[in-house]
């Protein structure tokens, strides 16, 4: 649509039909707005353990612990357009496409 940034006439053909392949009335049918959806999903769990002792003249301390994390994140586009108070509404016929996802764990001893 950049290439008909110069307008449309009255009767609705474009001010520059060499640059701009689309008559007023096309134009308004595309796309203006993308819809960007994310879904993030983080878990984490951990176990620690401690033992001290004390003697007369030390103290002894051992410990260890186990930490866990997993993570995922999706993003999607869907072609949209704007309505009249700048939402967004997307376009129910055009297929929610994914851009990029994620996904990892981690463990520590």
């Known amino acids: 649509m950049e ?27 595309q796309h203006n707005a993308v819809l960007n959806r994310t879904h993030t999903r983080q878990t984490s769990a951990g176990l620690a353990l401690n033992l001290s002792r004390q003697t007369e003249h030390h103290q002894f301390a051992v410990g260890a612990s186990f930490d866990q994390s997993r993570v995922s994140f999706a993003q999607t586009r869907q072609d949209a357009w704007f309505d009249a108070g700048r939402g967004v509404q997307p376009d129910v016929l055009a297929a929610e496409v994914a851009s990029s996802s994620v996904t990892g764990n981690s463990q520590a001893f």
Do not use: I, R
């Open 3 to 29: 290439d008909c940034e110069d307008g449309f006439n009255p009767d609705g053909s474009a001010v520059e039909p060499d640059d701009c392949g689309f008559t007023a009335a096309q134009g308004a049918a």
